[in-house]
C-alpha cells in the first residue's frame, strides 16, 4: 500500500521522473518554518507557522499551543531542494489526507509550497533558539 501511495504522490505532485521515494522527510527540511521573524520569536502568534519532524509535520491552529499534526504517509524527493508529502490529519473528529510540495531556496533557509505551482506561501526557517 505504501508504495502505490508514494507512486500517486509522484503524479499528484508532478515531481520529475527522477524523484526518489523516501521513509522519512528528509534533514534539509526539518526543524520549524514561519512566515516572519515575529513568527519565529513565537510560532504561535503565526497560524501558518509548521514544525517539520521526520515523519510528522505539523501546523498551530490558534494562539494556545494547540496543534494539529500530520502524520507522513509518504515522502518524494527531486534533488536535495524539492519535497513532496502526503500526510493523513486527525483533528476535531476528523480525518483528512494532504499531499504537499515544498521547494528550498538554495541557501536552505527559505522554504516555498508549491502545492498545485500556485504562488506558494513563503516560509522562512526559525533557530533553534527562537522557538517558543
Do not use: H
Not at 503524479?11 to 534539509?28: D, H, Q, S, T, Y
Not at 526543524?31 to 513568527?39: E, T
Amino acid at each position: 500500500m505504501r508504495r502505490y501511495i508514494a507512486i500517486a504522490l509522484l503524479f499528484v505532485c508532478g515531481l520529475a521522473l527522477a524523484a526518489e521515494a523516501r521513509k522519512a522527510i528528509p534533514k534539509e527540511f526539518l526543524g520549524y518554518w514561519g512566515n516572519n521573524s515575529m513568527s519565529c520569536q513565537d510560532l504561535r502568534v503565526d497560524l501558518r507557522a509548521i514544525r517539520i519532524e521526520p515523519q510528522r509535520i505539523n501546523r498551530f491552529v490558534n494562539s494556545s499551543e494547540d496543534e494539529i499534526s500530520g502524520k507522513v504517509l509518504a515522502v518524494a524527493t527531486s534533488g536535495k531542494l524539492e519535497l513532496a508529502v502526503i500526510l493523513e490529519f486527525r483533528g476535531g473528529g476528523e480525518t483528512w489526507i494532504e499531499a504537499r510540495q515544498f521547494l528550498l531556496s538554495a541557501d536552505m533557509n527559505t522554504m516555498t509550497d508549491i502545492t498545485g505551482r500556485q504562488d506558494g506561501m513563503v516560509f522562512k526557517r526559525c533557530n533553534k533558539t527562537s522557538q517558543k
